[in-house]
């Protein structure tokens, strides 16, 4: 059985007054019936986190590691993440069309140069990490595919800016059955190494030029978004894909840029959810939103996007990326002993705060270790120590029931 998930993303800009309404991509296909319905919850908040490196996801009981991630296993034990996202850049695992994407590629494991260099056998590695932590705790996995290979890339065309690469654009739709094999072929490996892969996200944050661009004809923020229409053809492929392989899979909708407004180089999370299809978006069961602290809490415009739609149904909303520190490519991180804690106490504050929501039911940290160029992590990037926000998501996960009462601001950030 299929089912769709809406999901958005977030983050700290601020929304201006839509100029013209884009019209929504036309659907002529019927709604799937079946679908979920979903109510509103009344304070639950599950805990989820993004990490790439499957050494760092293994239970502290799996494979002997290096002592580099020894102690983080056991702090990601105490977290007890509900959900773990796993993200798919095609462009680094498919280099040409000759051969199909290669889901044992090594990986050396640095943070770019950063040492310790904890490697891993690609896609199969972090599949056989989450098996095991799926075997042991439940948690369910979310697959989100980014990048096209310059081979699969549409040509350059309408605002772009200097510099966008073939990695940023959309794929030909002639490239779409190559994107299609690479959900099959990993959904097989994932049988094959003993893990469900239940949610995912046709694309990563496409109304961010980074991910698609174009995001519009014209360099005007009045020219319809571009970037809708090639989404709803990747949603299309990905449906196809899992339509046609064995078990539930769920798809997970947007995965959205936290934008805000009609940008000449962007689209809004709300003018992108209006522009959606009728009948895609009412068939989700979930909408999902990166927020990070000190920025916007982005709930509210995604909202406002489904409720132009009129759908029966009301979707949870989960905040697939949060995290506090510095969630700006190359910002400056605040250190000391008084921002870390005055950091973790924001943190918590954050997920209180949704947890009260009751549009809101999962948030997930971006990342483990923190990447030094999007400086959100729990723990420093040389996986030395740990950030006093650590602690905190090791309250709101670990034993804790979803619907579990919250934890004390003194738990949290002890």
Not at 45 to 60: C, D, K
Not at 151 to 176: I, K, Q, V, Y
Not at 206 to 220: I, V
Not at 364 to 382: I, M, N, P, S
Request: charged share 20%; proline share 10%.
């Amino acid at each position: 059985m299929l089912t769709v998930v809406l999901v958005a993303g977030g983050g700290a800009k601020d929304e201006g007054r839509a100029a013209t309404t884009p019209a929504p991509v036309p659907d002529d296909r019927p709604s799937r019936p079946g679908a979920p319905q979903v109510v509103e919850a009344d304070g639950e908040l599950a805990v989820g986190i993004t990490e790439q490196n499957p050494n760092l996801i293994w239970p502290a009981a799996g494979p002997e590691g290096v002592p580099a991630v020894e102690r983080w296993r056991r702090a990601m034990d105490g977290i007890r993440p509900g959900y773990l996202r796993i993200v798919l850049r095609w462009s680094g695992l498919q280099p040409g069309p000759a051969r199909p994407a290669d889901l044992e590629l090594p990986q050396g494991g640095c943070l770019r140069d950063v040492p310790p260099c904890v490697g891993w056998i690609g896609v199969r590695d972090q599949l056989r990490a989450a098996a095991a932590r799926q075997k042991a705790t439940g948690m369910q996995v979310h697959v989100v595919v980014y990048g096209s290979p310059g081979w699969a890339a549409r040509p350059a065309r309408g605002c772009e800016a200097g510099g966008t690469g073939p990695s940023s654009r959309p794929p030909r739709s002639d490239a779409l059955p190559a994107y299609e094999r690479l959900v099959t072929d990993t959904l097989k490996l994932a049988e094959r190494e003993g893990v469900e892969l239940r949610y995912w996200s046709p694309w990563n944050e496409p109304n961010h030029p980074y991910f698609l661009s174009p995001q519009r004809p014209r360099c005007s923020g009045r020219a319809p978004s571009a970037s809708v229409a090639r989404y709803v053809e990747l949603s299309r492929a990905l449906e196809d894909a899992l339509e046609a392989a064995p078990g539930d899979q769920e798809i997970v909708l947007g995965e959205l840029s936290g934008l805000y407004g009609r940008k000449p180089r962007s689209t809004g999370v709300t003018e992108f959810i209006r522009g959606l299809p009728r009948a895609l978006v009412c068939e989700a069961a979930v909408v999902s939103q990166h927020g990070y602290v000190g920025g916007r809490d982005p709930v509210a415009a995604v909202s406002r996007g489904l409720a132009t739609h009129g759908c029966p149904r009301t979707p949870e909303i989960w905040i697939t990326e949060t995290g506090v520190g510095a969630p700006r490519r190359d910002a400056v991180k605040v250190s000391g002993a008084e921002a870390e804690r005055a950091a973790c106490r924001a943190m918590h504050a954050q997920l209180v705060g949704w947890y009260e929501d009751p549009r809101v039911t999962a948030a997930f940290q971006y990342t483990l270790r923190e990447d030094d160029r999007f400086a959100t992590g729990l723990v420093d990037v040389a996986l030395r120590r740990p950030f006093p926000v650590l602690r905190a998501w090791q309250a709101w996960g670990g034993g804790r029931a979803p619907a579990g009462p919250p934890p004390s601001a003194a738990a949290a950030c002890a």
